[in-house]
T-cell receptor, first 115, second 110 residues
């Protein structure tokens, strides 16, 4: 089984709809992240969480919210989707433990299209 | 100036040649550096990490770090068509999340 899973893998929705993307991990990592990727722009950080009670905004958090339900689960919500949120979304995890250097491991991604 | 800069490419090399991918970063206190490989439509895969000045080798891959010049590179020896992908450079400073470059597309010609 994959260490980092994302659901759904593909989603098409309409402008104004509320969407939730889910991420689960079995790696036992403390840190979890949400990125979006657009052609030519690389990966941009939306939100990140260092533990269940620690949530931080990334560089492009406007229009998004997150919930860290447990160490293993981190959800991303679009409260009212708009077309420019059409992108590939990735969840990632990393270890906070001694000797770690924040190597991040990515889920398979969710392709979101907002019409 | 972007925090992490890479040439977008495409970088085209013949099969069996050495591919050299470069990355510069702006934050002098950056501590750890990573190279990810990403095939089209797939997720990034960690292939190399480096934390100290100098070279680090793993199979056909060598990462090189020069903190004084704020420069990190990835060499791929004996390039294969299966190495054709986009290579992302990522930099970490302290407790912050990673900052990624926009990637260099590598094409290995059979």
């Amino acid at each position: 089984d994959a260490d980092v899973t994302q659901t759904p893998r593909n989603r098409i929705t309409k402008t104004g709809k509320r969407i939730m993307l889910e991420c689960s991990q079995t790696k036992g990592h403390d840190r979890m992240y949400w990125y979006r990727q657009d052609p030519g722009l690389g990966l941009r950080l939306i939100y990140y969480s260092f533990d269940v009670k620690d949530i931080n905004k990334g560089e492009i958090s406007d229009g998004y919210s997150v919930s860290r339900q447990a160490q293993a689960k981190f959800s991303l919500s679009l409260e009212s989707a708009i077309p420019n949120q059409t992108a590939l979304y990735f969840c990632a995890t990393s270890d906070l433990g001694f000797g770690s250097y924040n190597e991040q491991f990515f889920g398979p991604g969710t392709r979101l299209t907002v019409l | 100036q972007k925090e992490v800069e890479q040439n977008s490419g495409p970088l085209s090399v013949p099969e069996g040649a050495i591919a050299s991918l470069n990355c510069t970063y702006s934050d002098r206190v950056s501590q750890s550096f990573f190279w990810y490989r990403q095939y089209s439509g797939k997720s990034p895969e960690l292939i190399m990490s480096i934390y100290s000045n100098g070279d680090k080798e793993d199979g056909r891959f060598t990462a090189q770090l020069n903190k004084a010049s704020q420069y990190v590179s990835l060499l791929i020896r004996d390039s294969q068509p299966s190495d054709s992908a986009t290579y992302l450079c990522a930099v970490c400073t302290g407790r912050r999340a990673l900052t990624f470059g926009s990637g260099t597309r590598l094409q290995v010609q059979p």
